[in-house]
């Protein structure tokens, strides 16, 4: 069965230093997102990309967070300048199209800023 | 906020159906209820997926009732792998999924 890679599955980083979360959506999908979840709360919405653009944000997104599908394959979440709050898993998910279609998620990256 | 309502925790014996409600009664016409579930810290896994009608895959069946406010993911034969929490989720507006805190699944031997 086809799934979402996401690499590394452990990041720690000193708060203020940037990191780049990398995700490889399954092939034939479209739609591109992330979601984060802190440690017992919600899964939350970050954004969705389509077309090389994004075509969502939450409020969560603000300007320390980027995306970016460098080439054809990969998908990659930067956040700028860590804060401790961003310490959380973050889940890449694709879907072949929209709507009405089921999302694939990754196993997710968590990440530890200290 | 999500759009669904859903008991905390519920517990279910190995090997018999686990059937989980949802409460949706603001939804749209044109709105889809998704289901997924998570288990640990793991993605949230995909389950099933229905606008009006029942819909059966081969993990699950999802009963919908007539007037769409709520609805019924039924695992047929839970085992101890299914423990986990389960999303009932209504897509709104754009291509986000909104989850609440869902149902925690304890499948018990």
């Given at each position: 069965?086809?799934?979402?890679?996401?690499?590394?599955?452990?990041q720690v980083t000193q708060m203020g230093q940037e990191v780049?979360l990398?995700?490889?959506?399954?092939?034939?999908?479209?739609?591109?997102?992330w979601y984060r979840q802190i440690l017992g709360q919600k899964v939350e919405f970050l954004v969705?990309?389509?077309?090389?653009?994004?075509?969502?944000?939450s409020e969560i997104f603000d300007d320390q967070f980027?995306?970016?599908?460098?080439?054809?394959?990969?998908?990659?979440l930067k956040i700028r300048s860590t804060k401790l709050e961003d310490s959380a898993m973050y889940f890449?998910?694709?879907?072949?199209?929209?709507?009405?279609?089921?999302?694939?998620?990754?196993?997710g990256t968590r990440l530890t800023v200290v | 906020?999500?759009?669904?309502?859903?008991?905390?925790?519920?517990?279910?014996?190995?090997?018999?159906?686990?059937?989980?409600?949802?409460?949706?009664?603001?939804?749209?016409?044109?709105?889809?209820?998704?289901?997924?579930?998570?288990?640990?810290?793991?993605?949230?896994?995909?389950?099933?997926?229905?606008?009006?009608?029942?819909?059966?895959?081969?993990?699950?069946?999802?009963?919908?009732?007539?007037?769409?406010?709520?609805?019924?993911?039924?695992?047929?034969?839970?085992?101890?792998?299914?423990?986990?929490?389960?999303?009932?989720?209504?897509?709104?507006?754009?291509?986000?999924?909104?989850?609440?805190?869902?149902?925690?699944?304890?499948?018990?031997?």
């Open positions: 069965e086809p799934e979402v890679t996401q690499t590394p599955s452990h780049i990398r995700c490889v959506p399954i092939s034939n999908h479209l739609y591109f997102y969705s990309f389509y077309n090389n653009e994004i075509s969502e944000k980027s995306v970016e599908r460098p080439d054809g394959s990969n998908f990659t890449c998910a694709s879907s072949e199209g929209w709507d009405t279609y089921g999302y694939t998620f990754g196993s | 906020d999500a759009k669904t309502t859903q008991p905390p925790s519920m517990d279910c014996a190995e090997g018999r159906a686990a059937n989980l409600p949802c409460n949706h009664s603001t939804i749209s016409g044109n709105e889809y209820v998704y289901w997924y579930r998570q288990i640990h810290s793991q993605g949230p896994q995909y389950i099933i997926h229905g606008l009006k009608n029942n819909e059966t895959n081969e993990m699950a069946s999802l009963i919908i009732t007539e007037d769409r406010k709520s609805s019924t993911l039924i695992l047929p034969h839970a085992t101890l792998r299914d423990t986990a929490v389960y999303y009932c989720i209504v897509r709104v507006e754009g291509n986000k999924l909104v989850f609440g805190a869902g149902t925690i699944l304890r499948v018990k031997s």
